[in-house]
């Protein structure tokens, strides 16, 4: 069931994802959405990274797409209750329009990284040279989020793009995951349960930040018993080895980046790793993210 470059796409989603998934943490980014009359971050977690305000990040996340309505952004985003989305997104809409809390966006998120790793952090250049080679041979087919931020071009400054490149890659790999459970014939609570057993949590611990009620996961229980997959709220063989096939679904989207990079693959990890590490050191992002859960096979 595996990959040949199955570990090494997964090994390149947990060094990016730090460095590109720290926009939904960042206070920067929350203060540009707060000028934009969202409310501020609701809280911290114990390692005193602050979480985001859900309209914010519904709609700063999916203005990348454009002002699409929030029907929209719950099919890309996919794992959330559209129940949360769509409100939050209508909420962001009456509030500023897509072009302009996407440029926030790209602030706040570019203003992190300077805080932390300093304007032009050695290696900076070289490493957005890689990432902009591992996009270059990516397709748009069925992966809205990544064609959105593609629509969007480089900042034009030299973090900037460096992290647009790196969300860019991040977000791929999240559409191909789409792809991959709902080709397996999934939905989101589904395989939000089979996801939370594949890295070792408790179930509908995780889950929870989608917003799903306790009747909803209570029938996606039921289902995934029904097809064989779960047993008493376990794995059974054939649920451990779908969710495993799902992650090796999504690495063989991904394995284009890694040939592409070919020799180089491991000196943009090198030049990433301690970014990653930076920015969690500072609160910039979790201490473990979705990438750290994931087994490397």
């Given amino acids: 069931m595996t990959t040949t470059l199955g570990p ?7 060094a990016l994802e730090p460095v590109a998934g720290q926009v939904y943490f960042s206070p920067e980014c929350h203060g540009e959405y707060e000028k934009l009359g969202f409310s501020p971050s609701p809280g911290a977690l114990g390692n005193g990274v602050h979480l985001p305000d859900g309209p914010a990040y519904f709609t700063s996340r ?22 949360a989305v769509v409100p939050s997104v209508a909420l962001g809409w009456s509030r500023c329009d897509a072009a302009t809390i996407c440029a926030a966006r790209t602030r706040g ?12 952090p050695a290696g900076l250049a070289r490493a957005t040279e890689l990432l902009g080679e591992a996009v270059a041979p990516l397709r748009p087919e069925g992966r809205p989020l990544f064609a959105g931020l593609l629509s969007l071009g480089l900042p034009g400054d030299p973090m900037g793009d460096m992290w647009r490149l790196a969300d860019v890659l991040r977000e791929y790999r999240g559409d191909a995951h789409t792809a991959a459970w709902v080709a397996a014939g999934l939905d989101a609570t589904e ?29 996606a229980e ?18 451990r080895e779908c969710r495993e096939a799902i ?4 690495d063989r989207q991904c394995e284009v980046m890694v040939r592409t990079l070919g020799p180089a ?14 920015i969690r050191q500072a609160a910039g992002y979790p201490s473990q993210g979705p990438h750290d859960l994931a087994p490397i096979r």
Wanted: proline share 4%.
């Fill in 109 to 120: 998120a570019t203003a992190q990284l300077v805080r932390i790793l300093g304007a032009e």
């Fill in 191 to 219: 395989v939000g349960l089979l996801t939370e057993l594949y890295w070792g949590l408790p179930l509908r611990t995780y889950l929870r930040t989608r917003a799903w009620s306790d009747a909803q996961l209570d029938e």
């Fill in 247 to 250: 992650e090796v679904a999504t």
């Fill in 8 to 14: 090494q796409t997964r090994q390149l989603a947990m």
């Fill in 222 to 239: 039921v289902r995934l018993a029904d097809r064989g997959l779960l047993a008493e709220g376990r794995f059974t063989q054939a649920g």
């Fill in 62 to 83: 999916g203005s990348v797409m454009g002002q699409v309505p929030g029907q929209v952004v719950a099919a890309a985003f996919a794992v959330f209750n559209p129940d």
């Fill in 265 to 278: 693959f491991d000196e943009l990890i090198d030049l990433l790793v301690p970014w990653a590490d930076a």
